[in-house]
């Protein structure tokens, strides 16, 4: 069974950066492409930026420019690096494939930015 564990979320002031970090387990991580998606209270969850298995990357408009997704292989885990935070960043932010491949979301990583 695929299990996605997120990791690296905290409080941030605006203008800060994290990284955040989700290790994947199971054959997901290497036929899909990865995204990181986030949930902010009383809305929907959003794609923000999404890296195919050879690493091409696509980004939300609210995120480009600030976040930059990665992913190592061989460790099957997929990082974001967050930049120049906003408070409209604060959320929940979760790991899956992109499109979604994992039925079941991993606990995700608050993130919250705020002075």
């Known amino acids: 069974q695929v299990q996605l564990v997120e990791s690296g979320g905290g409080l941030v002031q605006p203008g800060g950066s994290l990284r955040l970090s989700c290790a994947a387990s199971?054959?997901?991580?290497?036929?899909?492409?990865m995204g990181w998606y986030r949930q902010a209270p009383g809305k929907e969850r959003e794609l923000v930026a999404r890296?195919?298995?050879?690493?091409?990357?696509n980004y939300a408009d609210s995120a480009k420019g600030r976040f930059i997704i990665s992913r190592d292989n061989f460790k099957n885990t997929v990082y974001l690096q967050m930049s120049s935070l906003k408070p409209e960043d604060t959320a929940v932010y979760f790991c899956?494939?992109?499109?979604?491949?994992?039925?079941?979301w991993g606990p995700g990583t608050q993130v919250t930015v705020s002075s």
């Open positions: 199971g054959s997901i991580f290497s036929v899909n492409a």
């Open positions: 899956n494939g992109a499109p979604v491949a994992v039925g079941s």
């Open positions: 890296i195919s298995v050879g690493g091409t990357t």
